[in-house]
């Protein structure tokens, strides 16, 4: 199961967790790649909310059956 979420306040944002316990914000084809804190790793999206960044990351993912 993939965890992301539309940003609230600009909708056009979906952030993402990858199996790398990393963000991947992406707006149409543009994308950022930020840390669990918020820093940039890569890509042209440079900025992300990064307290969107800390949750998506402890967001705990539901027990399995």
């Excluded at 999206?45 to 027990?63: S, T």
Aim: aromatic share 8%; charged share 25%.
């Amino acid at each position: 199961m993939k965890v992301s979420i539309r940003h609230p306040f600009d909708r056009d944002s979906v952030y993402e967790l990858t199996e790398e316990n990393q963000v991947r914000v992406t707006r149409g084809v543009s994308y950022g790649l930020f840390t669990a804190e918020g820093i940039h790793v890569e890509g042209e999206i440079r900025q992300a909310d990064p307290q969107l960044c800390v949750w998506i990351c402890n967001n705990p993912e539901p027990p399995s059956p």
